[in-house]
């Protein structure tokens, strides 16, 4: 479609020399300038530069009618010359029972699956078997009757990926394409269609309608083009819209959700999921701690990747607090080269080879220590609970002969890597160390020197395929949405003499779309008979 310069040389109309017409087949101008406007007793020269659409049979019925070459439009909307201003709304429609009925269908789709997440909230996930056994058991049922078997049998203990649930998200998936197949496609086919009126009755019944004597629709035309409408135009009759993207919208937001289910459906049926808890320098594979989480769960290659911990180190606040924990990680392949390196923490993840390693939490497992200037020893710390303390954990120091009845030794407790307390023979408190302080500490006789504390980094591993479908669905939801609130706007008009009688109608912004046309209607020039032509009149009369 190129940009064409056309020159309309209309012959005098009789009795009214100012009545412009059209070439007779349908034109689509937009974009266009109005470079001059004049007119003399025999003709009005009218000469616009725009973009010309025309269906190729009227092109052909009115060869020569035009000076250059025009391109016929192959997809073209189709041609609707209904009398009734408008016809831009989709037949039909059933009886009341028939609308009940599509109603409760629509219902059932869509709570029955918010039915089931809302259960899933309720219902813990993921727990062994002993402990649905305790929590529901058979001889007080919740509500009267539910069980651990009726968790067991319809897979409540893993809601997102049981089979009643994918079958109720096939559903509302099933639901949403005939949607989009009977409802939301005919509504666009028939907004795209040009649909004249030669009717100034029904144009008078749109949502706006006003009348302009002593105008051309021509001219009409050429305003509403610079407002951003696509204007067609045949004999008499005008045509124009804007905003059709807003058409298209909802089946964009009913394609973006059908993109979320199948993501959503992927992560819960086809992600492999696990933790793990490694104390420092230690080595761990991949496979050995993900587990499938549904049917379309496939272990890859990567699986085969050894994750050494380096290091496992603390970052405080003034207070002595734990403000971040960071552990330095390497990726070694099959042969034992390293494939990658990074310092994780929370919420700064590893990704490799489709998994994913997160930082989630951190232990105690050893304090080295040497006695008397002998060893380094490793003592191993076990988590302990006092008074509610989350992070507690503790050591004993063997002191004297390990078979006396009555063995006797060092205590040593720490809540995190920078101190340890420890505790004489009797229980009684001996003071306080740093790791790596190389400071001494005499208790009962004994040389004690804290060398370090070894941490543990808590992992969390993951591969999530239906991440980048669920990222994806959600941005084209975002999108298609904003674009459904563009409004729609038709309008219709027609030539009746030296008047224009002008209708129109929209689908949004129904209360600024009045003041919108009024303003528009307010840039149409109004004809004015010249001084010869009323001395031809009068000659003539």
């Known amino acids: ?127 062994a078997p002993g402990f649905y056994f305790q929590k529901y058991p058979e001889d007080h049922p919740a509500l009267g009757f539910f069980t651990w078997r009726w968790i067991f049998a319809l897979g409540f203990d893993h809601m997102f990926s049981c089979p009643l649930f994918l079958s109720l998200l096939a559903l509302l998936a099933a639901s949403l394409m005939a949607c989009t197949y009977t409802t939301q496609i005919p509504l666009v086919k028939v907004a795209r269609r040009w649909s004249f009126s030669h009717s100034a009755e029904s144009i008078s019944k749109q949502e706006f309608a006003e009348t302009l004597p002593r105008a051309s629709i021509q001219d009409l035309g050429v305003i509403l083009m610079g407002s951003g409408y696509e204007v067609f135009l045949k004999g008499p009759s005008l045509y124009a819209f804007k905003g059709l993207a807003g058409r298209f919208a909802p089946i964009g937001v009913h394609l973006a959700m059908l993109l979320i289910m199948v993501g959503g459906t992927l992560t819960a049926a086809g992600s492999f999921k696990g933790s793990v808890t490694v104390p420092q320098g230690l080595n761990f594979i991949v496979g050995d701690v993900l587990g499938p989480s549904g049917f379309l769960s496939f272990p890859t290659e990567a699986f085969n990747t050894e994750v050494h911990v380096n290091r496992f180190f603390m970052d405080y606040y003034d207070s002595g607090e734990v403000r971040q924990f960071h552990s330095d990680l390497s990726l070694l392949d099959l042969e034992g080269k390293e494939v990658m390196r990074k310092t994780i923490s929370v919420n700064d993840p590893l990704r490799y080879g489709g998994f994913t390693i997160y930082q989630t939490d951190w232990s105690l497992s050893a304090l080295q220590l040497m006695k008397d200037d002998e060893g380094p020893f490793n003592l191993a710390m076990a988590p302990l609970k006092i008074n509610g303390d989350k992070k507690l954990y503790g050591t004993f120091l063997p002191v004297g002969s390990p078979d006396s009845p009555d063995l006797k030794g060092i205590s040593m407790l720490a ?29 009962d006789g004994h040389k004690i020197v804290v060398v370090d504390a070894i941490g543990s980094t808590g992992l969390d591993l993951k591969t999530d395929p239906g991440v980048p479908v669920v990222y994806a669905g959600f941005g084209f939801l975002m999108l298609t949405t904003c674009i459904s609130f563009l409004s729609h706007s038709q309008i219709w008009a027609l030539q009746d003499g030296t008047t224009v009688v002008v209708g129109g109608k929209t689908n949004r912004a129904k209360i600024d779309f009045p003041d919108d046309m009024n303003h528009l209607l307010d840039q149409v020039p109004e004809i004015v008979e010249s001084s010869s032509s009323r001395q031809s009149n009068s000659s003539s009369g």
């Not at 009795?15 to 070439?23: K, S, W």
């Not at 001059?36 to 973009?51: A, D, F, G, M, V």
């Open 1 to 127: 479609m190129e940009t064409l310069a056309l020159n309309l040389s209309i012959p005098p109309l009789k009795p009214n020399p100012y009545h412009t017409h059209l070439p007779k087949y349908p034109l689509s101008l937009s974009a266009s300038q109005i470079h001059y406007l004049k007119h003399n007793k025999r003709n009005l020269s009218l000469t616009i530069t725009c973009k010309l659409k025309a269906t190729r049979q009227s092109a052909e019925r009115e060869k020569g009618g035009v000076a250059g070459n025009i391109s016929a439009s192959e997809g073209a909307p189709l041609l609707s010359e209904d009398g009734n201003g408008g016809g831009n709304s989709a037949g039909g429609g059933g009886g009341k029972s028939k609308l009940v009925k599509k109603l409760w269908r629509r219902v059932l789709s869509v709570l029955v699956p918010s039915g089931c997440s809302l259960l899933r909230t309720i219902i813990e996930q993921g727990e």
């Open 415 to 443: 809540r995190d890597l920078q101190s340890i307390v420890l505790y004489d023979l009797e229980g009684k408190f001996a003071g306080i160390r740093r790791p790596n302080s190389k400071l001494p500490i005499d208790i």
